[in-house]
């Protein structure tokens, strides 16, 4: 366990479907992020949160709504997604902003849109 | 623009061998951080070194060396008698300072050590 728990580990989902994503940490981090690992393309970075505001949003599409209610918890809200959409989801977290800090990842959730 | 180039896309080796992993990245800043990670099957990423632009001293940690030459914008990371559990795929990875929450990965090598 790395102190980071994303859930459901897999996901099978229609293009029709609603879905969310959820990640946990409990290592008192301020700043959490949502990658993308899709099959042969380097891993990408969706989203950034410092203290529950959003700090980067990097031109992902509106199907994809991100929520950090707390600092401890942050969803990835699903939404007519696309086929191309599956792919491995990973959640990561840091002391604060910044990859200087460190960032610890969890083990991600494998979503396949059918 | 910035970017992170490992050639080897798979590597396999025999137990007990070396084997050596190539990063080359691309960037104009002078200030930046590398980074190397391990995705093992369960698929966390786990952290294994941050370098910073100004050091350039090689790293020896256990078994796990590193190579950061500026000279030839390369970040190589060598693995001394390989173990079985040291399959997984490596990822390098830049971050510039100044837009220090982005890490830009490199498409990962698969490394797999064969009893």
């Known amino acids: 366990e790395t102190g980071v728990t994303q859930t459901p580990r897999h996901l099978v989902m229609g293009m029709t479907n609603k879905k969310s994503l959820k990640c946990e940490q409990h290592l008192g981090h301020n700043a959490m992020y949502w990658y993308k690992q899709s099959a042969k393309k380097p891993l990408e970075l969706m989203f950034v949160?410092?203290?529950?505001?959003?700090?980067e949003n990097n031109s992902v599409p509106s199907r994809f709504s991100p929520e950090c209610p707390n600092s401890s918890h942050l969803f990835l809200h699903l939404h007519t997604l696309q086929p191309e959409d599956s792919a491995l989801y990973l959640c990561?977290?840091?002391?604060?902003?910044?990859?200087?800090?460190?960032?610890?990842f969890g083990s991600g959730t494998r979503l396949t849109v059918v | 623009a910035q970017k992170v180039t490992q050639a080897q896309t798979e590597i396999s080796v025999v137990e007990k061998e070396d084997v050596t992993l190539d990063c080359v990245y691309e960037?104009?800043?002078?200030?930046?951080?590398l980074f190397w990670y391990k995705q093992p099957p369960s698929g966390e990423l786990v952290f294994l070194i941050r370098?910073?632009?100004?050091?350039?001293q090689n790293e020896i940690s256990g078994r796990y060396s590193w190579n950061f030459q500026k000279s030839t914008s390369s970040f190589n990371f060598t693995i001394t008698a390989s173990q079985v559990v040291d399959s997984a795929v490596y990822f390098c990875a830049l971050s510039l300072m100044d837009s220090s929450y982005k890490l830009i990965f490199g498409s990962g090598t698969r490394l797999l050590v064969r009893p």
């Open positions: 960037t104009r800043d002078t200030t930046y951080y």
């Open positions: 370098r910073n632009s100004f050091d350039e």
């Open positions: 990561a977290s840091s002391q604060d902003v910044g990859v200087y800090y460190g960032y610890t």
């Open positions: 949160y410092s203290l529950e505001e959003r700090v």
